[in-house]
């Protein structure tokens, strides 16, 4: 069998663990320092915003769909990426357009104005809800058909278009005896299509979906708490199959490498999503997982043993499963390369960052974060 690691390497990890310790604390600081003065680059999964996949027949680039992206939206925070359609020939964008109202404060009340000039007393009162996305709910009262008021899908549409707002569908809400209708606005989608004609005259959306802040303020919530639940159980897990000294090391290193982590993506000013608490959670899986590799051969091989002696045992146990880590981290960061390379301008290349930079410093802080940490702890704490 090939052994990457001489089985006889004797280095001496616990001897520098006290200069890596002090390294990682002062990246740890400074990384919440960058969290906290930056903040993170929300995407449209928590920030809210227009989702548009656009269609093109023609090979059109992602630089050249940015392009018109930023001259379109020039204030607003604006995405692209390749979308991948195997049942279809075209060429496909996903863009994603930061939440804007459609309808300002004067632009309601001309409308409000407008729809009261036509209908008069039958009709109650109009309400925008940005958070809805563009639509326009109007209230008439429940004799307003009695009274011979047409609330026809077209005379509303028409109603609305004379303002300069182009109408999707009108659709009658609430109860059966209730006249309540709602208007959905053509919105950023057409803005967005228009825009694109030069490119490709035959572009179309495909696809357009809209996101609230209140919904993305609770997915950014949910997001959170699954890192927070998958390190409490992580704890739970590494105190029930080791002991009450392993847990905190455990902890303490993943702790450590997503804050680290998520400092380094808010310096490359990337946006998080879902896509960016998939590939936390992800690594914080692997770097447990090597964390628990070392802590099962130290528990095998340290007994009772304290001070210089237990500094040995845990010294043999990480160079006996060097070549272990050293291959499972090489065979992982060779598949998040291709995800990179391969997957440029997709979700995939985003995971595949995290995920390399998530395996070069899990695979450090299993070493010089997890075991230094368990050995300070067993050290002052223990009555063995």
Known sequence: MMNIIR?????????????????????????????AVRGVNLGLDFAGGHEVLLEFEQPITSEEVRGRLNELFPEVDTAVQRFDVPTSTGTFYLTRIERSESLGEDERTRMRDRFQDEYGDVFEGLDYNPEAGDVVKVDFTENATVAGADLSSQKLSGVTEDLGHPVRLVRQVGRPDEQRYEIVLKGVDVTLVNGMKPLDPNVRAARVEFVGPTVGKQLRNDGILAILYALGFILLYVAFRFDVFYGPGAIACLVHDAIITVALLSLLGAQFSLATIAGLLT????????TIVIFDRIRERLGGATGAAMDSRINQAINETLGRTIMTSATTLLACFCLMFFGRGTVMAEFGLIMTVGILIGTYSSIYVAAPTFRLLRNRFSTD
């Open 283 to 290: 690594l914080v899986g692997y770097s447990i997982n090597d």
């Open 7 to 35: 089985p006889d390497t004797k280095f001496d990890f616990m001897g520098s663990a006290s200069l890596f310790t002090k390294l990682s604390i002062g990246l740890f600081v400074a990384a919440v320092a960058v969290v």
